[in-house]
């Protein structure tokens, strides 16, 4: 009984250590994200707007 609770304890710490992971990949995902909307902004693209045709062209 005692080696079975550990090895639940030990399934169940690295459980816990791949969400820890998942969420900071995740923040670092928003990060870049919210760094390169800011960037677009600042250099005065609107990052949602649709392209028309012309503005492809050049």
Known sequence: MAERNELLSDRVRRLEQ????????????????????????EYGID???IPRAQDEQG
């Open 18 to 41: 791949d969400i820890r992971e998942a969420f900071w990949v995740e923040d670092e995902i928003r990060i870049e994200h919210d760094h390169y909307q800011w960037l677009l902004r």
């Open 47 to 49: 990052p949602w707007r």
